[in-house]
């Protein structure tokens, strides 16, 4: 009975050592070949531009938030619009009017977007 079992003992530790034997081999070559010298720049907060471990209740620009919302518009219209046009001759006129009806809400969202100011950068 425990023959069966194991094929999925086998997958587990195979998947497994996928996972770590590279995790150890870089931990192993970055002490043994690389050199820790950190610098002030090195060790700044970035992307964000707020310091890391400051209060969590501080309050972020809503402009943060809508710049993610207006790269989450574009990724998505972009990332539904290949393989729809790949498939195109076959949906017919209900593929262009479900498609037509998609990008009607992304320029909804693109719209709001815009009265919001996330295009405008000071």
Same mark, same amino acid.
């Given at each position: 009975?425990?023959?069966? #079992? *194991?094929? /999925?003992?086998?997958? /587990?530790? @195979? &998947?497994?050592?996928?996972?770590?034997?590279?995790?150890?081999? &870089?931990? +192993? %070559?970055?002490?043994?070949?690389?050199?820790?010298?950190?610098?002030?720049?090195? !060790?700044?907060? #970035?992307?964000? &531009? *707020?310091? +890391?471990?400051?209060?969590?209740?501080? =309050?972020?620009?809503?402009? #943060?938030?809508?710049? %993610?919302?207006?790269?989450?518009?574009?990724?998505?219209? /972009?990332?539904?619009?290949?393989?729809?046009?790949? @498939?195109?001759?076959? !949906? $017919?006129? *209900?593929? @262009?009017?479900?498609? &037509? /009806? *998609?990008?009607?809400?992304? @320029?909804? $969202?693109?719209? #709001?977007?815009? =009265? =919001?100011? +996330? !295009?405008?950068?000071?």
């Amino acid at each position: 009975m425990l023959e069966n #079992y *194991f094929p /999925i003992l086998m997958f /587990i530790v @195979v &998947g497994l050592a996928i996972g770590a034997v590279p995790m150890m081999l &870089g931990w +192993a %070559a970055s002490t043994a070949l690389g050199n820790n010298r950190p610098d002030p720049e090195k !060790l700044s907060p #970035y992307e964000c &531009g *707020f310091e +890391a471990f400051e209060d969590a209740r501080m =309050k972020f620009d809503v402009r #943060y938030y809508l710049v %993610a919302i207006l790269f989450i518009l574009f990724d998505l219209e /972009i990332a539904f619009l290949f393989p729809w046009a790949i @498939v195109l001759n076959e !949906l $017919g006129w *209900f593929g @262009v009017a479900s498609m &037509g /009806i *998609f990008l009607l809400i992304l @320029v909804v $969202g693109f719209i #709001y977007e815009w =009265k =919001k100011g +996330a !295009l405008e950068w000071e």
